[in-house]
């Protein structure tokens, strides 16, 4: 295709100006957009973005494509214009052929030099993107030039950007393929990145034919930065460079779908590896590789990289610079915490580790197997976290608690989770984390429960030497929620909230001006007394029975000005023999002792352990017990001793239809 190829809206531009009802009629729709419109003048000059308008009135070719061809433009708002610094390359905005949204393939050649390709892509919400930028899908319009050609303009939300080469390139360089560029690095325009030792590792596996592939694909190359470590390129063989592409698939970041599996070039019966991309709310994008089945070269796990330069398009696709490779697991722990707690994924929970004298972080470093929930750096900015940032102790307890002695993945997780919540020790003694998995493979959501905070995986299984790190969206054991909206959201404790709820009981659970101890029964502790009270238990789930159900929740509610931890509650065993509760109606008598690291509560002769001590919320704290302070007289069910609010209302219909009749005769 000749570089006179497109010729048709600066007829649109410049004809637009000049004469026509369509062009009036255009003029009258754009002119009230903000976006696109620097002055209320009719004409479609003054419509045109000013930069972008001017660069055409510059640029012969694009004017007589504008006045003379069929063409597609490409042009960007005003608000795009005012982010982007770099030279604009208008030709690079303008296509040959006229596309309608609807119409528009795969793929378009620009109009610029070597007519490198323009890629098309939609996300799932429909979205229609060339490159990086979004078809705003109000604004676009057809029309038809002097010559009779038809013309049709895009607004875009970005800046099209070309493939950028050195002032001082030695070579004529247009619209190379991916090999190319990584042979032509060091006369593009990279940020000052090289990519020498990764292109050396190309060279070495034979693999230049990935590369050079017709067709659209994207590629993730790692910068030279990445290969400090001196055994780290040797790592780099044909497998990995094949985890390094996505084939026949573009993707730009702004295009991209959060955290949706691609299958890379790396998967085949004995290595399947996907990759995927996401963005935190900081706007930094990553990508992660998934090696789903491994072997004894390539191990199962996630890598995750920075892109350090995104959207980079090449003639057979995309190209992004990482920062790290994929699929290489060739780092500790700590290792991943400093590499990622400097300017990175984890900085905030880095930056606390090392506040609190970095004894945490060699801690970690003395483990041989280990698993880290790290919060997120978004997760450090709720205002509560401020408050206690100051007190070393409290964030020691709270940072340990987000370490276990163990390599534990999402597979090993599902393992414990198969029959009951999954309970796992942290390194905080008498401290555990509750795993619950809900959902099948991709759909899975799991979240964990630390010192009464429910956080979920928000990135799961990020591989290293000597365990895994999985990056939650909450800091564990800073509590946001009551005790009302603890029960409510925590899958352990639904049979509890459900009683409550029908007798009424939970009304008070949101007050933030008391202080409440619950005793909670875990589901299966409920579970557990169907066996043992079978007529008790149906009697308690039914709102006729509500004041009974309302009457034994109130035995397991203490109030108070403060609450009572498991600890408080064995020292005054300790001193005292039994401890006394205030609760709503009465008073609640138990012992509490310790054994073998857990707790157990002794009350009326029964021994009852606590699954899960001292869950903090805002107004209070909840010991998950393992069975409920419940005994079968609690619930009169037999002999008619107890008539539900039904037999009630039919009674008293029969006793008034009778009195009637009566007065009637």
Not at 240 to 264: E, M
Not at 343 to 355: C, P, S, T
Not at 395 to 422: F, P, S, T
Request: include cysteine.
């Amino acid at each position: 295709m000749t570089s006179s190829g497109c010729r048709g809206l600066t007829a649109a531009l410049l004809l637009l100006c000049a004469t026509s009802a369509a062009i009036a009629d255009l003029s009258d729709k754009l002119r009230d957009d903000s976006e696109l419109s620097q002055s209320t003048a009719k004409s479609f000059r003054r419509l045109m973005p000013v930069r972008f308008y001017s660069q055409v009135e510059q640029n012969p070719i694009a004017n007589a494509t504008l006045t003379l061809r069929s063409c597609t433009i490409f042009v960007p708002t005003n608000e795009a214009f005012q982010r982007y610094k770099g030279n604009i390359h208008v030709l690079y905005h303008i296509s040959t052929s006229a596309f309608s949204k609807e119409q528009l393939p795969k793929s378009v050649s620009s109009d610029m030099d070597g007519n490198p390709p323009l890629y098309i892509t939609k996300n799932r919400n429909g979205d229609i993107y060339v490159n990086n930028a979004r078809i705003i899908p109000s604004l676009s319009v057809e029309m038809t030039n002097r010559e009779g050609k038809r013309q049709v303009m895009h607004i875009i939300d970005e800046v099209l950007q070309p493939l950028s080469v050195q002032k001082n390139a030695q070579d004529n360089i247009n619209n190379p393929d991916a090999m190319q560029f990584l042979q032509m690095a060091e006369q593009l325009d990279l940020n000052d990145f090289h990519l020498r030792t990764y292109r050396s590792q190309v060279t070495l596996a034979k693999k230049e034919s990935v590369y050079q592939s017709p067709g659209a694909h994207t590629f993730l190359i790692p910068i030279d930065e990445s290969f400090k470590l001196s055994a780290r390129s040797g790592l780099v063989d044909a497998k990995v460079i094949d985890g390094h592409v996505i084939p026949n698939t573009v993707i730009f970041t702004a295009a991209s779908q959060h955290d949706d599996p691609k299958t890379s070039a790396a998967f085949e019966d004995l290595l399947k590896v996907t990759v995927s991309f996401f963005k935190q709310k900081d706007g930094k994008m990553y990508v992660k590789s998934n090696t789903i089945v491994g072997d004894a070269k390539h191990h199962e796990g996630v890598v995750l990289a920075e892109i350090v330069k995104a959207n980079i398009p090449v003639q057979n696709g995309v190209v992004h610079l990482i920062h790290r490779p994929l699929m290489i697991i060739d780092t500790t722990v700590t290792d991943f915490l400093k590499e990622n707690g400097e300017n990175g994924a984890l900085r905030k929970f880095y930056e606390v580790i090392m506040d609190n004298g970095g004894e945490v972080l060699d801690d970690i470093t003395n483990l041989s197997e280990v698993t880290i929930l790290a919060p997120s750096n978004d997760a450090w900015n709720a205002s509560l976290i401020e408050n206690l940032l100051r007190n070393r102790k409290k964030m020691r307890e709270i940072l340990n608690m987000h370490i276990i002695r163990d390599r534990l993945n999402v597979d090993k997780i599902r393992q414990k989770n198969a029959n009951m919540i999954a309970q796992v020790p942290t390194v905080n003694n008498n401290t555990f984390l509750y795993f619950n998995v809900k959902g099948e493979g991709a759909d899975a959501v799991i979240t964990v429960e630390g010192g009464g905070v429910n956080a979920t995986i928000v990135q799961a299984d990020v591989a290293q030497t000597n365990g895994y790190v999985h990056i939650i969206d909450r800091v564990l054991g800073v509590p946001h929620t009551t005790v009302l909206g603890k029960l409510e959201t925590d899958p352990m404790m639904s049979d509890t909230y459900k009683m409550g709820q029908f007798s009424h009981f939970n009304d008070q659970l949101n007050n933030t001006q008391r202080r409440f101890t619950y005793f909670v029964p875990r589901d299966k502790g409920w579970q557990k007394t169907e066996l043992d009270y079978p007529s008790a238990h149906k009697k308690l789930f039914m709102p006729d029975f509500s004041y009974h159900s309302k009457s034994i929740l109130e035995r397991h509610l203490a109030i108070a000005d403060h609450v009572f931890t498991m600890k408080d509650l064995v020292q005054y065993s300790q001193q005292a023999g039994n401890v006394v509760l205030p609760t709503f109606r009465d008073s609640l008598q138990i012992r509490v002792e310790e054994e073998a690291g857990r707790y157990v509560i002794i009350w009326n002769y029964k021994k009852i352990n606590v699954y899960r001590p001292d869950v903090e919320c805002t107004n209070g704290i909840i010991h998950v017990i393992d069975y409920p302070l419940l005994e079968e007289k609690d619930v009169v069910v037999s002999g008619g001793s107890y008539l539900t609010e039904s037999s009630i209302c039919i009674l008293l219909a029969n006793l008034i239809m009778i009195t009637v009749a009566k007065i009637l005769n």
